[in-house]
């Protein structure tokens, strides 16, 4: 079964293993905006102007993440590629949004039911059917900053689009099996983006142009800036009691 | 992932004395372990995606802790310590029995690839050498081969200290999910722990879209000695690969280069009956 085709068929209504009604508050924020600039493991501090994700949907699941277990937010996994199976759906976000990244944003108050949430799958929002916002045009993800290393300033700007981004497995510009600490009866469920996951193996010294210099597809930094996109690690979510 | 196995032939809890599954009365589990044709014979160019041809020459494993609990909350365990086994020999290789199960539904079965110790023993595949150089490494797998893309020949010797534990085994033979064993009353319920050794060459850790590859890993031979090591493999950032030869998907792992991605992958090796999957956690 593809990786979404069980969650797409399962609501909060699915009648499967739902527990109580329970509201689930959901935010949104980076580790940029929580904590400024941030350090690349190639030594690169990179500060943000604007940083801009078409955000399609927010699916919070019963399914573990696969990880790497020594390292782990979560203990288990399941052990086969494509053996991620999201399970129950406890509660889901689905109106689009352009999340400014810059910033924290509560973005909804929605309905769902109490379980143990353990994952969750990020939908980016494919621009194609509509323009969500000016500033993300035909892309899912905008950036603007400047990367400081040993005394060298790289002005740079980056895009993605939703083909970047897509899982062929479910033909959606989706990332599953994103780690969910904590545990609560519905409550706060607290998205933070790591831009610095996303840029953490840009090279930023094999730009080139004008300033600002744009990753290129093609290019080296644009292929390191879309692994980092595809991480799921780069969408740690806490599930906090409010 | 094995495409070649005939799932007929699979012993799936083959039930060797048709008897009731409940009633008070006691049966066996009978153990195996088996790499299938993967592993014994090839992996095909058709399985790739870049026409690369896999073809092992050694593949020890450490198979042991096999453990299970009943449904009412019996636990029984196989007696036998962790064993190695060299799975490019022709199997399945029987691992153990535990015997005087009540008859029923062990709904919680697992086993493990733990590393190799002193006490570790061999298996009739395994030498007296490698057994010694699995517990002085503390390996949990050992694979050695050769891959071909028809004009380059790369061989490969990859050991890896990557013990793994897999819970709560499910088996998906017969179109439907069931969870552990079920012990026939006075019969025996032979038992496969299955590996996997194509997916030491998936190009994602999570993704049902996974394909293998072997174009990267050859490419990694920097000294063109003929051999990839794995320190050649660290030295890869996975950043470097266009995602378009390959997503090298990390889940939510933090793997970065190519040999993190195969130590990685070692820990989806394990299976349950052919296809069937576990839960799997690190030491």
């Given at each position: 079964m593809g990786v979404s085709a069980l969650g797409w068929g399962l609501g909060c209504d699915s009648g499967t293993t739902s527990g109580r009604r329970v509201s689930y508050v959901i935010e949104a924020t980076s580790d940029v905006a929580e904590r400024g600039p941030v350090e690349t493991s190639l030594g690169w501090s990179v500060t943000l102007d604007a940083a801009t994700m078409g955000l399609s949907h927010l699916l919070f699941?019963?399914?573990?993440?696969?990880?790497?277990?020594?390292?782990?937010?979560?203990?288990?996994?399941?052990?086969?590629?494509?053996?991620?199976?999201?399970?129950?759906?406890?509660?889901?976000?689905?109106?689009?949004?352009?999340?400014?990244?810059?910033?924290?944003?509560?973005?909804?108050?929605?309905?769902?039911?109490?379980?143990?949430?353990?994952?969750?799958?990020?939908?980016?929002?494919?621009?194609?059917?509509?323009?969500?916002?000016?500033?993300?045009?035909?892309?899912?993800?905008?950036?603007?900053?400047?990367?400081?290393?040993?005394?060298?300033?790289?002005?740079?700007?980056?895009?993605?689009?939703?083909?970047?981004v897509l899982d062929e497995a479910i033909a959606l510009p989706d990332v599953s099996g994103c780690p969910v600490s904590g545990d609560a009866e519905g409550g706060l469920l607290r998205l933070e983006v790591s831009i610095g996951l996303w840029l953490d193996r840009v090279p930023f010294d094999q730009l080139a142009g004008d300033a600002p210099a744009p990753f290129m597809r093609g290019e080296a930094p644009h292929n390191a800036f879309v692994r980092g996109l595809r991480k799921a690690l780069a969408y740690p979510i806490e599930h906090l009691t409010t | 992932?094995?495409?070649?196995?005939?799932?007929?032939?699979?012993?799936?809890?083959?039930?060797?004395?048709?008897?009731?599954?409940?009633?008070?009365?006691?049966?066996?589990?009978?153990?195996?372990?088996?790499?299938?044709?993967?592993?014994?014979?090839?992996?095909?160019?058709?399985?790739?995606?870049?026409?690369?041809?896999?073809?092992?020459?050694?593949?020890?494993?450490?198979?042991?802790?096999?453990?299970?609990?009943?449904?009412?909350?019996?636990?029984?365990?196989?007696?036998?310590?962790?064993?190695?086994?060299?799975?490019?020999?022709?199997?399945?290789?029987?691992?153990?029995?535990?015997?005087?199960?009540?008859?029923?539904?062990?709904?919680?079965?697992?086993?493990?690839?733990?590393?190799?110790?002193?006490?570790?023993?061999?298996?009739?595949?395994?030498?007296?050498?490698?057994?010694?150089?699995?517990?002085?490494?503390?390996?949990?797998?050992?694979?050695?081969?050769?891959?071909?893309?028809?004009?380059?020949?790369?061989?490969?010797?990859?050991?890896?200290?990557?013990?793994?534990?897999?819970?709560?085994?499910?088996?998906?033979?017969?179109?439907?999910?069931?969870?552990?064993?079920?012990?026939?009353?006075?019969?025996?319920?032979?038992?496969q722990l299955t590996i996997h050794g194509d997916h030491l060459f998936y190009d994602d850790l999570q993704s049902s879209a996974a394909g293998l590859r072997f174009a990267h890993i050859a490419a990694a031979d920097t000294n063109d000695d003929g051999e990839v090591t794995l320190a050649e493999l660290d030295a890869v950032d996975l950043s470097s690969i266009p995602t378009s030869e390959g997503t090298y998907g990390v889940a939510a792992t933090s793997v970065t280069t190519l040999g993190g991605f195969v130590r990685a992958s070692t820990r989806t090796l394990g299976h349950f009956n052919g296809e069937g999957h576990c839960d799997v956690s690190g030491e």
């Open positions: 699941v019963e399914g573990t993440p696969v990880a790497q277990w020594r390292e782990l937010l979560v203990p288990q996994a399941h052990a086969h590629p494509g053996h991620y199976v999201e399970g129950q759906i406890f509660a889901e976000l689905l109106a689009p949004t352009a999340l400014d990244l810059t910033t924290s944003t509560r973005l909804a108050v929605v309905e769902g039911t109490t379980g143990e949430i353990r994952s969750a799958i990020v939908g980016f929002y494919d621009p194609r059917a509509e323009v969500l916002d000016p500033a993300l045009g035909d892309a899912v993800v905008v950036l603007s900053g400047t990367a400081e290393r040993d005394g060298a300033t790289v002005a740079f700007t980056a895009e993605a689009t939703a083909a970047d | 992932m094995n495409d070649m196995t005939d799932r007929t032939a699979l012993p799936l809890l083959t039930i060797l004395f048709a008897v009731g599954c409940t009633g008070g009365g006691e049966g066996e589990a009978r153990f195996e372990t088996w790499g299938e044709e993967y592993i014994e014979q090839e992996i095909p160019a058709a399985e790739f995606e870049d026409g690369w041809t896999v073809t092992y020459d050694k593949f020890l494993v450490v198979i042991g802790d096999v453990t299970l609990a009943h449904a009412d909350g019996d636990q029984a365990s196989l007696p036998d310590g962790p064993r190695v086994y060299d799975l490019n020999t022709t199997g399945p290789h029987d691992v153990g029995v535990v015997g005087a199960l009540a008859a029923g539904d062990w709904t919680t079965v697992g086993y493990a690839t733990p590393a190799a110790t002193g006490s570790t023993t061999a298996h009739a595949s395994v030498s007296e050498a490698e057994l010694q150089m699995m517990r002085d490494q503390g390996y949990s797998v050992f694979a050695s081969g050769s891959a071909t893309d028809g004009t380059t020949t790369k061989s490969f010797a990859w050991g890896f200290a990557e013990p793994a534990t897999y819970a709560r085994c499910v088996d998906v033979g017969g179109g439907q999910e069931i969870d552990g064993i079920v012990v026939p009353d006075g019969g025996v319920v032979s038992v």
